[in-house]
């Protein structure tokens, strides 16, 4: 088989959350909630064989209602939070709760679609991370470094701090902030930043994007119209502080730096349609993956303003003679910015995509129809970043 063909995975019902399984850093593992309003839901475990190009999954139970977020603890395997619709009283409620997975959900076995639901186990429910007040949850975000012991979460026009205590089986709401003003103030995306010790969030809201300083829950920063129409997602550079993308329903993604936001540092415009995700990698964060309801999924490579905007720096004088540059390599150019890759497997709106936390150059795509693609990085590109 061709080594980067793509690897189709469908599930039977809608789907719109993926998450990789952030704490395990050994095998290539995604999260995937489906949405279902006539069948209980379900979370599929998908394990990915890379060396035989299979996947292997496990599914559990997901009764509550249908799935809208998924995020998986950084800190603990088998711990993750949902945000998931039910109705109460002829409305319906977005909530959130944080669910251990039973132990025995080990993907192993290459199992047909029909034994699935004979043998699905259900999520233990930990703790529910209590909105009533507070409105409907957009999603969930746990602090990206520690113990799996704080998680954030955005209720309508709230952004609630919680401490998960007792083995995450309790949420103690340690602070939050509210927005204030005209206009629409439901947010639709949040981002906890690997910088700072972890003390800073943005979010989105409307066509704005605002930063949070968590220690005093203030706003530290605001860009008014950071999009033309509705912000949907968010991410912070992982290792360049200071630096956030934005995407939105103005078919744009946005490059921002923190500290001066009166215009964006690069702009891309690639999408014919609504942008839903946008992602960098972990590792070589001149790869930025977007996501699309034109049912793409279109891999960047933002050089210019990355953490290695000219490569592997090497300086002259440790080269030995053998090595001396030649006069061809010095007058390279340095890589263009924009896209280098664009995936079309899918043919319905892509909502998620993400890394894997295992393998920088893998990645995975899932559109509303069920349909979970996984993807390698042009092995070009690789060896070129690489090399």
Request: overall charge negative; aromatic content about 8%.
């Amino acid at each position: 088989m061709e080594d980067d063909a793509p690897v189709i995975y469908g599930l039977e019902f809608q789907a719109r959350a993926l998450s990789p399984q952030t704490a395990e850093t050994d095998a290539i593992r995604f999260l995937v909630g489906t949405q279902s309003l006539k069948y209980d839901n379900q979370i599929h475990i998908i394990d990915f064989d890379d060396e035989n190009n299979i996947i292997n999954k496990n599914v559990l139970l997901h009764q509550v209602g249908e799935i809208w977020h998924i995020s998986a603890s950084p800190a603990d395997k088998g711990v993750l939070a949902t945000c998931y619709s039910k109705t109460a009283d002829s409305r319906v409620l977005r909530c959130a709760a944080v669910w251990r997975m039973p132990e025995e959900s080990e993907p192993g076995s290459h199992e047909s679609p029909d034994d699935a639901a004979s043998t699905a186990h259900a999520l233990e429910l930990l703790c529910d991370l209590d909105h009533t007040a507070h409105g409907s949850t957009a999603c969930v975000a746990w602090e990206p470094t520690g113990d799996g012991s704080r998680v954030l979460s955005l209720a309508d026009n709230h952004i609630l701090l919680w401490d998960l205590q007792e083995s995450s089986r309790r949420a103690v709401l340690a602070s939050s902030a509210s927005l204030e003003g005209k206009g629409q103030l439901k947010f639709t995306s949040g981002r906890w930043s690997p910088h700072h010790n972890c003390t800073q969030v943005a979010t989105a809201n409307d066509t704005a994007v605002r930063g949070w300083d968590t220690r005093s829950m203030s706003q530290i920063y605001c860009i008014e119209n950071a999009h033309g129409q509705l912000v949907r997602d968010l991410d912070f550079n992982p290792n360049k502080q200071y630096y956030l993308a934005s995407c939105g329903d103005d078919c744009k993604v946005k490059f921002w730096d923190t500290r001066s936001v009166a215009e964006p540092v690069k702009t891309l415009e690639e999408h014919s349609h609504w942008v839903w995700n946008v992602r960098y990698n972990h590792s070589h964060d001149q790869l930025v993956l977007t996501g699309s309801s034109d049912s793409r999924v279109i891999l960047s490579n933002m050089v210019s303003i990355s953490s290695e905007p000219f490569g592997h720096l090497v300086d002259d004088d440790d080269l030995s003679d053998q090595e001396e540059r030649r006069p061809e390599d010095r007058s390279q150019e340095p890589p263009q910015d924009g896209a280098i890759a664009t995936y079309e497997e899918h043919e319905d709106s892509v909502y998620a995509v993400d890394w894997s936390s295992a393998d920088p150059w893998l990645f995975a795509s899932l559109s509303y129809d069920g349909r979970l693609v996984i993807n390698r990085v042009p092995r070009a590109l690789k060896y070129h970043i690489l090399l």
